[in-house]
């Protein structure tokens, strides 16, 4: 059974940083795309980043291009997201997703339907 858990959100004043982190049971991440996603309420679900750490595939949203950085941990099967420059329109729900590699993570975006097992989120706010 796959698990996804993620970790890490909270409470940041603007400019500050925070480490996501989204970590697996049930299956080997290095095998798959892994997405991370965001949400507030009233807006369909954002792409933020992605990595396919077998495929090579990259993406960031240009909201966070050169202030999030999306990387993979074998060791503990996990994936992280460094936030940094956090701006108040970052506030949200982060949510990780794992699909099929080659499927989910593209160089030019993700989609939340190409990703079939989604963790429960964290909530990241960012406010003075």
């Known amino acids: 059974q796959v698990q996804l858990v993620e970790s890490g959100g909270g409470l940041v004043q603007p400019g500050g940083s925070l480490r996501l982190n989204c970590a697996a049971s049930?299956?080997?991440?290095?095998?798959?795309?892994i997405g991370w996603f965001r949400q507030v309420p009233g807006k369909e679900r954002e792409g933020v980043s992605c990595?396919?750490?077998?495929?090579?595939?990259?993406y960031y949203a240009d909201s966070v291009k050169g202030r999030f950085t999306i990387s993979g941990d074998d060791a503990n099967n996990s994936v992280y997201l460094q936030m940094n420059s956090l701006k108040p329109e970052d506030t949200a729900v982060y949510y990780c997703?794992?699909?099929?590699?080659?499927?989910?993570?593209?160089?030019?975006?993700?989609?939340?339907?190409?990703?079939?097992?989604w963790g429960q989120g964290t909530q990241v706010t960012v406010s003075s």
């Open positions: 997703a794992v699909g099929d590699s080659g499927h989910g993570c593209h160089a030019a975006g993700t989609r939340s339907r190409d990703y079939d097992s």
């Open positions: 990595i396919s750490l077998s495929g090579g595939s990259l």
């Open positions: 049930g299956l080997t991440l290095r095998y798959y795309d």
